[in-house]
């Protein structure tokens, strides 16, 4: 299993994203954007805080990229209503990929729409929750409209250091038997004592905030949960 530990991060403004990146960027392949507005979950994030914050059309226009592009990829996490509506511009502003929220998608038939060349440049992956139907899930990966799902830990999404809700095991366990190839990430709820539970569920992709960032050294930290992903004895 191709274990990685991703740190998420809610910006509210773009320079914040320079802190995270410049704290682990030696240590991961990928950092997640949580970008959230105010709608489809109570809080906001960049871009939607600051209505002067023109970094958005910088990095669309390919003015600017992601702070240190060079060593460290960005998945975009869209708590957003309707984010098919904008579809193009959460595909081309320079992520690896995009994460869209199942319930937060109202016509995913602009999804299934979506250039293909397009889809050579980035990973397109869908977000479940303990409370969406997982039977409604299995037709975007059959038709590979989606390439991964990534399972929400928590019961209430858009907050950092939410507890662990164990009803998520059952999902991941039972999108991994039916779909044994297709990557699953978790995201909230990742810590030393969740981890070893949601490896064996089927987890190759762990996602935290809190757990990271929230508290001593974040590379020393990433190193710790990829330690534990992977088996090893710690003392």
């Avoid at 038939?109 to 479940?128: K, S, T």
């Avoid at 089927?202 to 974040?218: K, L, T």
Wanted: proline share 5%.
């Amino acid at each position: 299993m191709n274990i990685e530990i991703i740190p998420a991060n809610m910006p509210e403004k773009f320079d914040d994203i320079a802190d995270i990146a410049a704290a682990v960027r030696r240590n991961v392949r990928t950092i997640q954007l949580d970008l959230m507005d105010g709608k489809y979950v109570p809080e906001k994030t960049w871009p939607f805080i600051y209505t002067n914050d023109y970094h958005l059309d910088d990095l669309k226009k390919e003015d600017r990229g992601f702070p240190m592009w060079e060593d460290v990829n960005y998945e975009l996490d869209l708590m957003v209503e309707r984010p098919e509506l904008d579809i193009d511009t959460w595909l081309t502003i320079g992520a690896s990929r995009v994460i869209l929220h199942y319930a937060s998608v109202h016509d995913w038939d602009i999804i299934r729409d979506i250039d293909p060349v397009l889809l050579n440049f980035l990973d397109l992956g869908v977000a479940i929750t303990i409370h969406d139907s997982l039977e409604d899930i299995f037709p975007l990966i059959d038709e590979k409209i989606v390439k991964f799902v990534q399972v929400m830990g928590i019961a209430q999404i858009g907050f950092m250091g939410e507890p662990f809700d164990e009803r998520c095991l059952d999902i991941i366990e039972i999108l991994h038997k039916k779909y044994p190839d297709m990557i699953i990430a978790i995201d909230g709820g990742v810590s030393e004592n969740t981890i070893p539970a949601l490896r064996d569920a089927g987890v190759s992709r762990f996602v935290s905030g809190s757990g990271i960032s929230g508290h001593g050294i974040p590379s020393e930290n990433v190193a710790y949960f990829r330690s534990i992903a992977e088996g090893e004895e710690i003392e």
